[in-house]
């Protein structure tokens, strides 16, 4: 099993791309599943929307990670939120030979609460595996979880399918820290009056951002191995919205300079495509994905840290 990178969360495959039919099916798929999951004395409460995604689909997940002391604790009872952990999910395909890719959860208002977003690009059933450290020691649980899947039964999780017993989680999450994230993007987008539009080029810069790393990813990953042609032209263009990006004029002191290295980043990784070095493209997209996107919007989107420096050199 190769990790092939870390995925920044929020992205959506348009559902074209993959032709995605509606089937008939026996039961409807859960809008939100539930699962529970332990390594001694760790517990995760996992709510998975929409509960059985189709491929292209954003899945956001909401996880709240608890200890379980042996002895009840005075204020807290049997389960003790855990806060400030630092915890990657890292989501696999089925099939052993599939890829990993790997995200770092941000933690949400709610002590103890924990999110992240991807994105299934396949019919499958992923398996997800939460990996840190508690109190000196390591944990590691995991699940698995449908992609147009259903009906699915799932052995490895304590309990599935239903409510979470005693989440403090509202029944429907009504999103989570960062800006609410559309189930596709071309789906959702407001339209907006091109005068308002020009008001705002940061978050405009960014959409198009999105928009175009979604198909690098799809170029990365849809296929059994990357499709280096695709992933060439996707950096190319990356490079270019980097650099139309980084003369944006914004309160952030270090935006310019990071979107400029973001540009950089994209040409290595077109060149990489260019001569089919195939590790190297999938090493320089995790790091691109890592301390690219995510670490940047650690601090300047999500306001989860104070600057860029603070971001856990943990992935790469
Ligand atoms: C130097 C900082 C920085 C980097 C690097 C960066 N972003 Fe962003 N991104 C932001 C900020 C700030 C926002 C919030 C913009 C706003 O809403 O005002 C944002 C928002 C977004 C959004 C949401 C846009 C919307 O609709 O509101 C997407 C999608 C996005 N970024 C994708 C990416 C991707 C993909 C990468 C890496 C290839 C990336 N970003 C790299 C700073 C960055």
Known sequence: ??????????????????????????SPKPAVRTVQVK???????????PGVPDPGQVVEAMVEMFEVPPVPDPIYGEQIPVKDSTITAEVTDADGEGYTQ????????????????????RKDILRVVFKGKHKGRKFS???RTPVAVWP???????????????SRMPALPSGMGGPAMPASPAGTR?????????MKPLPDAMQRMGDKWVLLQ?????????????????????QQVSMVASGIQTDMTDFSTEMKELAKAFEQLGVAAGTGKRAEVASQFGKIADTGCTRCHFVHRWKVLGTLAEYPKMLH
């Open 218 to 238: 799809v170029a990365m990953f849809a296929g059994r191995a990357a499709d280096m042609n695709r992933v060439k032209t996707g950096a190319t263009t990356l």
């Open 102 to 121: 790997r995200y770092l959860l941000h933690p949400q208002m709610d002590a103890g609460t924990y999110g992240f977003h991807y994105t299934p690009v």
């Open 152 to 166: 699915f039964k799932d052995a490895s999780a304590l309990k599935s399918d239903g409510p979470a017993g005693g």
């Open 1 to 26: 099993m190769r990790i092939a990178g870390l995925l920044v969360a929020w992205l959506a495959l348009p559902g074209l791309v993959f032709g995605a039919e509606a089937k008939p099916s026996e």
């Open 190 to 198: 407001v339209p907006v009056a091109s005068a308002a539009k020009a």
């Open 141 to 143: 649980t995991s699940f």
């Open 39 to 49: 390594d001694g004395i760790i517990l995760f409460k996992v709510r998975l929307t």
